[in-house]
Each structure stands twice: as structure tokens, then as C-alpha cells.
Antibody
């Protein structure tokens, strides 16, 4: 059973950088899966942010691409998200998830972490 | 971007009812369509992938169908814990996009 867990500050100041990490519990980190970030503003729907493969290849949502960096740390089975120049519109619950490449579905999710952008 | 449009946005039903939720893609996505269930304050849970394949452990009262641009999620006999919000998601291309959600209420 794969487990994912997000971690990071729950409060970020406007114009600052949001930084989150996702720890993956098992050896599937180096398998043929992609590791993704998805966010959900309060009371709203889901938005895909981007994803990374264990070799460092990434895909991003073009709407966020200029502000997003996703990186991987294989020895610790973790991947990370950095989102720069944040505004109140970036306030959301941030989920990490595993994406299965064959059909592209997200089969395992972290519980999510709320990040609030406020001064 | 491929736009995913769900209907209805909300739906009232009773235990034992059969319900159907529709998801329409703005262009063909063949069968790269997935369905999720989400409770308030929780992460989404995968129900169906590739339009019609039931994820392991998901009750058989859930079923999915469709291809190209039109898809449906059906629940054959609603149970109390089915009252949640449902999302479709296309995995045909980047960016991966979700529908706006359908809230199923008692």
C-alpha cells in the first residue's frame, strides 16, 4: 500500500515562495509512475499543477509553468514543489499523488495540506 | 486545454436510487477518462479509470462508460456513503484537467 504525505508551511506571505515536500512510503518511487501535485482552492475544484518522474523529467500546467519548480530526491523517496510569487489566489489545499502512466489516472493521494497566502 | 464539463453540478437523490453523472470533453480523449469521489476535507479517491475499468476495491454498484467526448458515471443503488462530490479527469494530454465536480446530496 503506497502512502504519500505532504509537508511544509501552512502560511506564506504574498509575493513569497510556497515550498512543499511529499514523502512516498514505499519502493514504487523508482517505478514507472509519475509523481504529481494537484491543488484545490477552498470550496472549488481540482487543478493539476505538474508532475515529475524519478529521473527528473517533468511536465507542468502551462498556466503555472513560469512559477513552478518540481524536483525529486531519490535517496529519500521525496519530491517537492516550489511556487514563486504567490498571491491569495494560490491559497488552496495541495495534494501530492501518484499517476499511473498507462491510463494516466491518479491512484494514490496524500491527505493534502492547506496553504494560506496572507500577510 | 481540454475542457471537461460535468452535469449536473449538483444532484439530490435517495438511498437506493440509481444516478448518472455526465462528463463531456471539449475534444476527443478516446477513453482516457477517470472518475474520483471526494468527501469534504479528504483527498479524492479513484473509482474508475480508462472510462470503464473499476479500481480495485471499489464496489460494483459504480460503473463507467463512454468514449471520445461523452462519458457517464453510474451508481446503481445509492448507499449512504455515496453522498460526496464526484470529479471526472482527462488523462489524454497535458495539462491534465478535471471537471468542475458534481455534488451528490441526500
Amino acid at each position: 500500500q503506497v502512502q504519500l504525505q505532504e509537508s511544509g508551511p501552512g502560511l506564506v506571505k504574498p509575493s513569497g515562495t510556497l515550498s512543499l515536500a511529499c514523502a512516498v512510503s514505499d519502493g514504487s518511487f523508482r517505478s514507472d509512475n509519475w509523481w504529481s501535485w494537484v491543488r484545490q482552492p477552498p470550496g472549488r475544484g481540482l487543478e493539476w499543477i505538474g508532475e515529475i518522474f524519478h529521473n527528473g523529467n517533468t511536465n507542468h500546467n502551462p498556466s503555472l509553468e513560469r512559477r513552478v519548480t518540481i524536483s525529486v530526491d531519490n535517496p529519500t523517496n521525496q519530491f517537492s514543489l516550489k511556487l514563486t510569487s504567490v498571491t491569495a489566489a494560490d491559497t488552496a489545499v495541495y495534494f501530492c499523488a501518484r499517476r499511473v502512466p498507462r491510463y494516466g489516472h491518479f491512484d494514490y493521494w496524500g491527505p493534502g495540506t492547506l496553504v494560506t497566502v496572507s500577510s | 486545454d481540454i475542457q471537461m464539463t460535468q452535469s449536473p453540478s449538483s444532484l439530490s437523490a435517495s438511498v437506493g436510487d440509481r444516478v448518472t453523472i455526465t462528463c463531456r470533453a471539449s475534444q476527443s480523449i478516446t477513453t482516457y477518462l477517470n472518475w474520483y469521489q471526494q468527501y469534504p476535507g479528504k483527498a479524492p479517491k479513484l473509482l474508475i479509470y480508462a472510462a470503464s475499468t473499476l479500481q480495485s476495491g471499489v464496489p460494483s454498484r459504480f460503473s463507467g462508460s463512454g468514449s471520445e467526448t461523452d462519458f457517464t458515471l453510474s451508481i446503481s443503488s445509492l448507499q449512504a456513503d455515496d453522498f460526496a462530490t464526484y470529479y471526472c479527469q482527462q488523462s489524454y494530454t497535458i495539462p491534465r484537467t478535471f471537471g468542475q465536480g458534481t455534488k451528490l446530496e441526500i
